[in-house]
């Protein structure tokens, strides 16, 4: 047998990793099951090489991916049958061949909140999206979570099977439960950008990039009728706006502040498109806690940032996420407009609540060091170097430490 041509192989890898998510949104909207639908797209995977081989690429690659993986679903159900339910689920199954040809549906968005339904923990929402929508493999998931592959995959087992087993239906909310729902959406999206954050420019695949995408897909799936795009536009901008400065986030491994960035090594395109969001969504005079943070990291890209209304804006955000992080942002805020003193009274006050957040311990060591304090400063960096979460922030506030007085 002759080897698979790599054009072959190239064209294969490229629709999955463009084309996989409305792949298999497709396939679970008509089969109902998401291993289902995952173990008939690598059957009809392994199929193509050999048919395409044979007869040549197709002129829609991702069509003939749905078509045979339709097939080869129904296949593994006739094999399994043993009931009348499996039997009636056969005879919806089969279609005709014409439509089988037909263009299918983007069902996408019904994944999306399919993967984000309450019902499942919060880690496994967003490890299911990202195996699902994305396309990222159990090992890179595990790798990005720090957790161990075996571990992975049974938490994906369990959320899929949660998800056949409870009833949960593929299905877009209602406009009464939209509001509540995106937000839930919203939030795994960041929390896969943020993920992608901390990993750093050194992680391979890179999960800014793909919480960007799902921001996007979902920004364009949305119906604008019951979708508040205010709040989808202010999460892409947030999330464009942030990742325009990886390029001068780091020099020589070692963190490089915002304010002492490099910024002809910002990403000038992403910055605009981002600016121009902020303005689209906050036209829409819908405010929400999206909107707000990237109207605050609009702020940072001047090149003096206006620190009184930011802290004006951390005011609001803590009216939609009175939390113990938007409060210790806001005391940043108050620091930098010179209210030094009052800054840390309310560093104090969220001591209980952040003992172990190791940005707190690094603003605390920072303004206690301008206020005069040095032995206390050195004591707040020594924490924050052992809370660090990579070397490059550790040899930061290293050199933060070390240019304390003695």
């Not at 049958?81 to 005709?96: C, E, F, H, K, Y």
């Not at 939609?320 to 805020?333: C, D, I, M, S």
Request: aromatic residues 6%.
């Amino acid at each position: 047998m002759n080897a698979p041509d790599p054009a072959l192989h190239g064209l294969l890898d490229q629709t999955l990793r463009a084309d996989r998510g409305r792949i298999v949104a497709a396939l679970i909207s008509r089969v109902g099951d998401f291993q289902l639908a995952e173990d008939a797209l690598q059957d009809a995977s392994a199929s193509a090489l050999v048919h395409w081989g044979r007869s040549g690429a197709p002129s829609r690659p991702e069509a003939w991916l749905i078509r045979v993986a339709f097939r080869k679903a129904i296949d593994r159900l006739r094999q399994t049958a043993r009931d009348a339910r499996q039997t009636a689920a056969l005879t919806v199954l089969a279609r005709d061949e014409a439509e089988e040809e037909a263009e299918v549906m983007d069902d996408r968005l019904r994944l999306i909140f399919t993967c984000c339904h309450p019902a499942l923990e919060p880690k496994s929402r967003v490890a299911l999206t990202l195996r699902t929508i994305a396309g990222l493999s159990t090992a890179e998931i595990a790798r990005a979570f720090l957790d161990a592959e075996p571990t992975m995959g049974q938490r994906l087992t369990r959320a899929k099977t949660k998800l056949r087993e409870a009833g949960i239906p593929f299905v877009i909310p209602g406009p009464e439960d939209w509001p509540d729902r995106l937000q839930s959406v919203l939030a795994v999206v960041y929390l896969i950008f943020n993920a992608g954050y901390t990993a750093g420019p050194a992680e391979p695949r890179d999960l800014c990039d793909e919480a960007i995408f799902l921001a996007r897909l979902i920004a364009q799936l949305s119906p604008p009728a019951t979708c508040d795009l205010a709040e989808v536009e202010g999460c892409l901008a947030l999330m464009l706006l942030t990742h325009a400065r990886k390029a001068a986030r780091m020099a020589e491994g070692v963190t490089v502040p915002l304010a002492q960035q490099d910024r002809s090594r910002w990403d000038g395109a992403a910055m605009a498109e981002g600016l121009a969001l902020i303005d689209a969504a906050m036209a829409r005079s819908k405010p929400g806690p999206y909107q707000i943070k990237a109207a605050i990291a609009g702020c940072h890209t001047a090149a003096t940032p206006d620190w009184d209304q930011i802290a004006a804006l951390y005011t609001s955000l803590a009216r939609f996420e009175p939390t113990p992080v938007v409060h210790l942002n806001r005391a940043v805020a108050l620091a930098e407009t010179g209210a030094l003193q009052a800054a840390l009274t309310l560093l104090d006050s969220l001591a209980p609540a952040l003992a172990a957040y190791q940005p707190y311990h690094a603003a605390r060591a920072e303004y206690l060091a301008r206020a005069g304090r040095p032995g206390p400063a050195r004591a707040a960096y020594d924490t924050a170097i052992t809370l660090a979460a990579s070397s490059a922030d550790a040899a930061y506030l290293a050199k933060r430490r070390a240019a304390l007085p003695h």
